[in-house]
Each structure stands twice: as C-alpha cells, then as structure tokens.
C-alpha cells in the first residue's frame, strides 16, 4: 500500500464516525465565516490576489444565476410585429422572444455535459526531459550520446519486439513495463485489476504519449469487460478511460480512477 493512504484504509477497515455526516454539514457552514475572515486579515499582494479570486467567483456564481432564472422568463420582442403571419385570434397577444432563452439554455447543457467527463486529476506536474529520459553513450568513441532510456513506467502491445541496437534510439526497460492497472471505480466504490489495452492521452505532450509512458495524469483504456458494463442499448463495455492518480515509478503498480 502506498504510504499516503492510510486514512482511505482505515475508512475501508473501520468505517467513519456516527456523526461524519453532521460534523461535515457543520464544518462547511463554518467555512463561510472562516473565509470572510481570512478575506478581512488578508492585506498586502495576499489580499489582492485573494479578492481578485473572489470576484471572479461571485461575478461566475450571478452569471449561472441569471442564465438559470432566464430559461423559463418570457420576454417582449424588440419591435412588436410579428416576424411570420399571425392568425387573426393572435393578434392581440404580446409577441416573445424566446431564442435568447433557447440560447442559453442549450449553453448551459453544453456546460453540464463537458463538466460530466472533467477528469479527477485535472492539472498535474509537468515532467522534464531530464527526468523523463537517461543519457545512454553509444559507439566506439563513447561520444555519440543519441539514445535515450526512459526512466518511468511504459507499457507496451503484447505483441511488442524491439528493434535491432543499431536503430533503437528510446529504450523501455522490461522492468519497468507494465500491462495491468488497479483501477477504482468512483461509484461502486471498488478496485478492481484490470489489463491496459493503450495510452489515450500523456499530459507531458504527444511523443510520451506515443511512447506509452505511464505518469501522474496519464489518461489510459483499460478492459472492463469482466466488470459487466452495458449500455443502455443492452451491449457489453470492452474498453474504458480511466486516469493514473499515483507515481507508478514510485510505488511499482498503476493505480486509476474509472472515467464514468
């Protein structure tokens, strides 16, 4: 076990307090009073960048507000002629203009929907080229120093065979190989050990991501198909998205969170 989740194992082992939920309700009605007061003794560069978070937050909370209360508001038409022909038992009645509201209202499904597939992990470390890679000498004269052995985790197809010395320039050690990943599924609350079809996305950029190295942020495809996932339309899930939430080079597994 990694060393930082002790207090996830004891919750697993011996639950939470009878009171967890109450305390927690209690502590976040705290926090407001603890903010404003933080906001009050906060002077200097401190203070500012502080209220200048605040009033992104509080002009973000009333723009979501008004969009919200403008989907059901109706609203008169700029200039009261009717864009069509109107039937004469309508003329009488005042013209609405809800495509401003149609509007908003598609923007704020469109803002549901992207938040739905937000990943856990969504900024992360970025890795250095030292790092990432180690300086191998090659050639007679130990002066050509044109390859390269990557220093963290990777994964590589199962059919994978390396090429010849003379042309290999990035080496992925066996040892540091992986084929498997402990994933967790955020709503069943369960691990599960699942094989890792590929790399999906490497946040360091796109030549560790073709070279299938496994960091913190890593978005993978894992096989889920023993879990017994459907669709609505009643066909089996093969292959799901989950991202790497520990140092693999670390702790020598992959752990993940389930992309739901």
């Known amino acids: 076990m990694p060393q930082n989740e002790y207090i996830e194992r004891s919750i697993r082992l011996h639950g939470r307090r009878f009171d967890h939920e109450d305390r927690k309700r209690k502590k976040e009605a705290?926090?407001?009073h603890k903010r404003a007061e933080v906001a009050r003794n906060s002077i200097g560069l401190k203070g500012k960048m502080l209220t200048k978070k605040r009033h992104a937050e509080k002009a973000q909370m009333k723009k979501t507000i008004a969009?919200?209360?403008?989907k059901d508001s109706k609203?008169?038409?700029?200039?009261?002629?009717?864009?069509?022909?109107?039937?004469?038992?309508?003329?009488?009645?005042?013209q609405v203009d809800r495509a401003k509201v149609l509007s908003n209202t598609i923007k704020q499904k469109r803002k549901e929907k992207a938040g739905k597939w937000e990943v856990p992990l969504p900024k992360v470390r970025p890795v250095a080229e030292q790092e990432m890679f180690k300086v191998l000498k090659s050639g007679k004269r130990q002066k050509k120093s044109w390859k390269r052995m990557v220093t963290?985790?990777?994964?590589?197809?199962p059919g994978f065979t390396r090429k010849p010395p003379k042309y290999e320039r990035f080496?992925?050690?066996?040892?540091?190989?992986i084929t498997k990943a402990h994933v967790t599924h955020?709503?069943?609350k369960a691990t599960f050990c699942l094989d890792i079809i590929g790399i999906k996305k490497n946040p360091n950029g796109q030549m560790y991501t073709q070279l299938g190295v496994v960091t913190k942020g890593t978005v993978i495809e894992v096989n889920v198909s023993e879990l017994g996932l459907v669709t609505p339309g009643g066909k089996v899930v093969w292959g799901k998205y989950a991202q790497v939430t520990n140092n693999p080079e670390n702790d020598g597994v992959v752990n993940a969170v389930l992309l739901v």
Not at 67 to 70: I, N, S, V
Not at 152 to 157: H, L
Not at 171 to 177: C, H, M, Q, S, W
């Open 171 to 177: 080496i992925r050690p066996t040892g540091l190989r």
């Open 186 to 188: 955020p709503e069943l």
């Open 75 to 94: 609203r008169k038409a700029d200039d009261g002629a009717p864009q069509n022909a109107v039937p004469a038992y309508l003329l009488e009645r005042e």
């Open 67 to 70: 969009m919200h209360e403008e």
């Open 152 to 157: 963290k985790m990777t994964f590589v197809g």
């Open 30 to 32: 705290r926090q407001v």
